[in-house]
């Protein structure tokens, strides 16, 4: 479809909004599963590397199952695919809250990575489809500022109802299953992205965009990096546990208020130059932290640090949208699920290991240099990525 017959489409903005609160509901469950069994399992006494390498099953699931998305939307539709995920994933957090046992958690947290990541990338795709490019920034920023903010809401369902017995584990199922009634309100009117020719495959997808899959493993080790060590990255200039959390708050909270926009910034300016501007302001942030972390400039650096550094990924979504659609937005969104998993479990123990080896430096150093490195790639890239690439 080109974007000129896009253009002149009504827009279907209940659709939209039915697909955005789709995801909403359910990274709201997401967001409380992560916390919750963590807790459970703290209480437990099981070893801290043990309840790290429980929490890597669900994105070792994302990146699995992101392999068999295009293929399951080509041989069920992805309508179908998307409300027997919200279906399984609700089995599964059932399945989860019976079991209680550290060892039986290992794969059904697995396969709890598996059914929920074919939701998120067909959310996307339909996104995407739906948007019509002179309005695709905002679409996407709203979209993404919504589903920020149902994994921020999750933790707090906990404040709500506490962290013991069947409560907690039955607001994720419900929530589960208002995932799945809201999408099948809608899903007779999504757009068919599994259909036309030629399929293209995840793998295949890759050498198409590296640079757009560079931006993602960049904002996926940043946001994922940074949630998991700043608590470590504070105890060395000997700020409180309170105080870290607040600034944690802080980043998420920019994160969630400017992709918005971002995103009509991007519809002015191009996503391409957003993303190198969010680049190039995530990296400068890496080099005032040190300098900023006992002053009260470090409030400010860290919201406007979680605004850009997620807005990379806000922007790698509407450039996806620009240059790819049909099959080919089905596999690069599966592509980018599958490179935002690899980048949440390879970067934070990277990360780890450069502050074991050169204490609190490390961590703007291994973060700066991805950042550096992808202002680097954005603008040596070769003439012919500039354009759309035909889509599929």
């Not at 789709?22 to 990274?27: E, G, I, N, R």
């Not at 695709?136 to 149902?150: E, H, K, L, N, W």
Request: proline share 7%; charged share 10%; with cysteine.
């Amino acid at each position: 479809m080109s974007e000129q017959s896009h253009e002149s489409r009504p827009v279907s903005w209940m659709v939209i909004a039915g697909v955005i609160a789709t995801v909403s509901v359910f990274a709201i469950a997401q967001g409380l599963t992560y916390p919750l069994l963590s807790f459970i399992l703290h209480r437990q006494g099981v070893a801290p590397a043990l309840i790290g390498l429980s929490a890597a099953m669900t994105p070792i699931g994302f990146i699995l199952s992101s392999l068999l998305v295009p293929w399951l939307a080509r041989r069920f539709g992805a309508g179908r695919t998307a409300l027997a995920c919200a279906v399984l994933s609700a089995v599964m957090l059932v399945a989860i809250g019976w079991t209680y046992n550290l060892y039986a958690w290992f794969p059904l947290r697995f396969l709890m990575g598996m059914v929920t990541n074919p939701l998120y990338v067909l959310s996307e795709v339909w996104i995407i489809a739906l948007a019509p490019p002179a309005r695709r920034g905002r679409i996407v920023g709203i979209y993404s500022t919504s589903t920020s903010a149902g994994f921020a809401s999750g933790p707090l369902c906990l404040l709500f109802v506490g962290a013991e017995g069947w409560p907690p584990f039955l607001i994720g199922i419900c929530a589960f299953v208002i995932c799945g009634a809201v999408l099948a309100s809608v899903v007779h009117r999504l757009p068919q992205v599994h259909k036309s020719d030629p399929k293209v495959s995840v793998l295949g997808f890759i050498p198409l965009a590296r640079l757009l899959l560079f931006a993602v493993v960049v904002a996926a080790g940043f946001e994922q990096t940074v949630l998991a060590l700043m608590p470590v990255y504070g105890a060395y200039f000997g700020i409180t546990e309170g105080r870290v959390s607040a600034l944690l708050s802080v980043l998420v909270a920019g994160n969630i208020a400017m992709q918005v926009p971002l995103g009509l910034l991007a519809e002015r300016m191009g996503a391409r130059i957003v993303r190198l501007g969010c680049a190039i302001l995530t990296a400068l942030g890496c080099l005032l932290l040190p300098y900023l972390m006992e002053t009260l400039l470090v409030w400010p650096l860290v919201f406007v640090w979680g605004a850009v550094s997620f807005g990379i990924y806000t922007m790698t979504i509407i450039e996806l949208g620009e240059r790819f659609s049909g099959p080919a937005l089905l596999a690069g969104n599966a592509a980018f699920a599958m490179t935002w998993g690899v980048g949440g479990v390879a970067l934070p123990p990277l990360t780890g290991a450069a502050m074991e080896l050169f204490g609190a430096p490390g961590l703007p150093l291994v973060m700066g240099a991805m950042c550096v490195a992808l202002v680097l790639a954005s603008i040596v890239r070769r003439p012919g990525l500039n354009g759309r690439t035909p889509s599929g």
